[in-house]
Structures are given as C-alpha cells and as structure tokens.
C-alpha cells in the first residue's frame, strides 16, 4: 500500500477552468499617480455606511494601489470615489493587503481611457505635470 505525499498537489476538475476576468484578459500597464480618493462601504450588513479617505499610487484602466492605514478591518468589495476628477462609485474588489499600507485592487468594470485622462489632469505626481483637460470632449 502506497502511502500518499502531501507536497504534491491533487488534481482536481477546478484546475483547468479559466476565469477570463483574471487569467486570459489582458493586463493593462499600471501608471505613478497620487490622487485623493475615498473608499466607501457598508459595516454590520447594510445597517451603516462608512467610509475612508485614501490616496491612489498607481493605477490602470483595471486596477490600482491604493495608499490607506490598514490597521481597521477593510472589507473585500467597496466603492472608491475620485472626487478631483468626478468619478464616483467604481466598484472595487480588494486582491492583496501589503505590509506598507497599501492595497492592490481590482475594478469591477474597466475605467475609459477618458476617466483616466481626468485622473491624471488632477493628479500631483510629477510625472503628470503636462496634462491638460480638454474641454471640447
């Protein structure tokens, strides 16, 4: 009778599924920014609404990194408003918790390429200095 060997994982039917949302989409390059944001969400169910002031350090038309103290309890879906640039209520999905007070986390629809220009008008990075706002658009 052969004995099993943990270290080796089993093969299981959910291996080879794919999730197109995080396997097969394509990953958009993440850019420097720093933009204040606010994080709001619902504590205890739905009986109150709260919400946290952040700031935004990197960011793609699919994700970003967002700068707060963790040291309270952050929930894994909430909303994240941009109001410098007027964006409110994009769904966000947090993916990882780093040691350094940041957050990675995913949007829950893909932001326009237009959304982004308005981020990076507003935006204090130094990088983002020449950014304009069109205002024909």
């Known amino acids: 009778?052969?004995?099993?060997?943990?270290?080796?994982?089993?093969?299981?039917?959910?291996?080879?599924?794919?999730?197109?949302?995080?396997?097969r989409e394509?990953?958009?390059?993440?850019?420097?920014?720093?933009?204040?944001?606010?994080?709001?969400y619902t504590e205890k169910g739905v009986m109150h609404a709260a919400?946290?002031?952040c700031d935004i350090v990197r960011i793609s038309m699919s994700s970003a990194t967002l700068a707060i103290l963790t040291q309270f309890n952050?929930?894994?879906q909430f909303y994240l408003?941009?109001?410098?640039a007027r964006i409110t209520k994009?769904?966000?999905?947090?993916?990882k918790v780093n040691a350094n007070n940041t957050v990675e986390v995913r949007f829950l629809r893909l932001l326009?390429?237009?959304?982004?220009?308005?981020?990076?008008?507003y935006s204090t990075h130094p990088a983002h200095r020449d950014y304009v706002l069109d205002i024909r658009a």
């Open 1 to 23: 009778m052969a004995a099993s060997n943990p270290s080796q994982p089993k093969s299981h039917f959910l291996s080879k599924e794919e999730s197109f949302m995080y396997d």
């Open 26 to 40: 394509a990953r958009f390059k993440m850019e420097d920014t720093m933009n204040a944001a606010r994080i709001e």
């Open 51 to 53: 919400s946290r002031r």
């Open 74 to 76: 952050l929930p894994k």
């Open 81 to 84: 408003d941009i109001p410098d």
């Open 90 to 95: 994009v769904g966000c999905l947090l993916m």
């Open 112 to 121: 326009t390429q237009k959304e982004l220009n308005k981020i990076f008008v």
